[in-house]
């Protein structure tokens, strides 16, 4: 089965601009999708598809895809955006879903 | 506003099974995959395994040999059984929503996939 990688932390200057990456075989396959989780709470969909966010989602959040890395950027990032944050995919060679280790976002 | 309730025993012995049950209300149940997803406490989101309308079942390699996962499509339910539990299965775990298509429709097209409906969770602790 294939794997996503993440860099486990990343930190970010309130306001600022962050990107969070995600790299495996199957993004060649299937497009990322992206979902923030707060202590406490179940995963959130932020991102999914090409780039598109559920209507809930602020528009500061976005996707996109190059070969087997997708990234989600968060442009002027918010003291609230400060969660872990999973990829996902799925293998397409047995249909099995597959979780990225987790980002987790400080927003200084 | 699709609503996923879940429910089922939170405090396990070692070698008992774990069973929980997830509702779906506010929504179709047809047309989706349906699907099981654990967190260790500390740790990252683990796919268990899936199921659909028909009763189709995906399972993670890992844990395979100790799951079922069932429909019941007359109360738009669907249900997690882990057999043989010890302290590695102690997780908050997740029912879910899926979908997953193909832009277009073509096998070699690129693919949509993704997890947008969450049950609150259910901690499950296995301890002797």
């Known amino acids: 089965s294939s794997e996503l990688t993440q860099d486990p932390a990343v930190s970010v200057a309130l306001g600022q601009t962050v990107r969070v990456t995600c790299q495996g075989d199957s993004l060649r396959d299937y497009y990322a999708s992206w979902y923030q989780q707060k202590p406490g709470q179940a995963p959130l969909l932020v991102i999914y598809g090409e780039n598109k966010r559920p209507s809930a989602i602020p528009d500061r959040f976005s996707g996109s895809n190059s070969g087997n890395t997708a990234s989600l950027t968060i442009t002027g990032a918010q003291a609230e955006d400060e969660a872990d944050y999973y990829c996902n995919s799925r293998d397409n060679t047995d249909n099995h879903l597959i979780f990225g280790g987790g980002t987790k976002l400080t927003v200084l | 506003q699709v609503q996923l309730q879940q429910w089922g025993a939170g405090l396990l012995k070692p070698s008992e099974t774990l069973s929980l049950t997830c509702a779906v209300y506010?929504?179709?149940?047809?047309?989706?995959?349906w699907n099981w997803i654990r967190q260790p406490p500390g740790k990252g989101l683990e796919w268990i395994g899936e199921i659909n309308y028909g009763g189709s079942t995906n399972y993670n390699p890992s844990l395979k040999s100790r799951l079922t996962i069932s429909v019941d499509t007359s109360k738009n339910q669907f249900s997690l059984k882990v057999r043989s539990v010890t302290a590695a299965d102690t997780a908050k775990y997740y029912c879910a929503r899926r979908l997953s298509w193909r832009i277009g429709g073509g096998s070699s097209a690129p693919g949509i996939n993704y997890v947008d409906v969450w049950g609150k969770g259910t901690m499950v602790t296995v301890s002797s």
């Open positions: 506010g929504g179709s149940f047809s047309g989706y995959d």
